[in-house]
């Protein structure tokens, strides 16, 4: 259960990226983030409230959606510091894309992301059997892979400088990924819907504060790109729901890796809605992650 969990919170985040990432096309990166973070949040707040009406929280299965399942304060804690990490792990993340080579930021934010809460889990006392820690590396590796843009023509001392700057927003964006992925689980021990409305409630002031900071407006005539963000919050909100179920059915560890699988959806998607061209190590990246969620889940 804890693969198809995984596996689901892996396509949901790599839907909400590309469409994310469709939106930031046609408008201020700040402007979606302040439209994703709290359409997620109203999302699962609603599915949180209807669990509480009478014949529809059996629905949503028990511990849920009540609001004794978002725990004490201190699973509140884990939540909100989730939502805060999440929200600066997206603002670098996003500003890396715009200030250094994508093909530096987004393989580093991927590896970070998946070591620092699986070095926590096995430090913890998790147990990795040998096909799992084989099946983990082999993902690692498709992470990159799959990652990797097309190589530019920058001149060589420009490119070196781009990657030193690249290198420090992947760490940056990787640690609050790493991070968000591991106090989610913590507050999501008790309970899934609420743990994962307040974590979004906290990203929603994190990211409407950075965009009244920037003075951005939101709200512009760009094509649609308010309906598209607005689309991938409530996709993302999914996605963090499944992954927070994930971790309770099985390995916090083995849910992190086939989580952070979710690049090979964004790449199949610009391929099928947008026509991108897949290069060959994207291909490779994805075959690898084939093998890999084999060996983790034998």
């Known amino acids: ?14 839907t909400a990226d590309f469409l994310g990432g469709v939106a930031s096309r046609r408008a201020s990166v700040f402007a979606v983030l302040a439209l994703t973070v709290p359409a997620g949040a109203a999302v699962v707040i609603v599915v949180a409230l209807l669990g509480e009406a009478p ?14 399942s978002a725990g004490g304060w201190a699973a509140a804690g ?3 510091l989730s939502g805060i990490c999440g929200a600066a792990g997206l ?13 530096t930021v987004a393989p580093v934010a991927a590896l970070v992301s998946t070591v620092l809460p699986v070095g926590i889990a096995v430090a913890g006392g998790e147990r990795l059997t040998s096909h799992m820690v084989a099946g983990g590396l082999i993902c690692l590796a498709a992470i990159v892979l799959v990652s990797a843009p097309p190589a530019g023509r920058d001149d060589p001392g ?9 290198l ?16 989610l689980k913590n507050a999501g021990q008790s309970g899934v819907l609420w743990p994962v409305a307040i974590s979004r409630t ?11 900071a920037t003075r951005t407006r939101p709200w512009r005539r760009d094509g649609g790109a308010g309906v598209v963000a607005l689309v991938s919050g409530a996709v993302d909100a999914a996605a963090n729901v499944c992954y927070v179920l994930a971790t309770r059915a099985g390995l916090f560890g083995l849910a992190v890796v086939i989580t952070s ?10 391929r099928w809605v947008l026509g991108e061209r897949m290069r060959w190590l994207q291909r490779a990246g994805l075959l690898l992650a084939a093998i890999g969620v084999v060996l983790l889940t034998t």
């Open 1 to 14: 259960m804890v693969t198809i969990l995984a596996l689901a919170a892996a396509v949901l985040y790599g």
């Open 55 to 68: 014949g529809l929280g059996s629905l949503l299965g028990h511990g849920l959606a009540s609001p004794a």
């Open 78 to 80: 884990w939540a909100a």
């Open 91 to 103: 603002v670098a993340f996003y500003a890396g894309f715009a200030a250094a080579p994508i093909s």
């Open 158 to 166: 420009a490119r070196a400088a781009g990657r030193l700057r690249g």
């Open 168 to 183: 420090g927003y992947g760490v940056a964006a990787g640690a609050g990924f790493g991070l968000f992925f591991l106090c």
């Open 202 to 212: 906290a990203g929603t002031l994190v990211a409407v504060g950075i965009a009244v």
């Open 261 to 270: 699988l979710y690049p090979g959806m964004t790449v199949l998607l610009a």
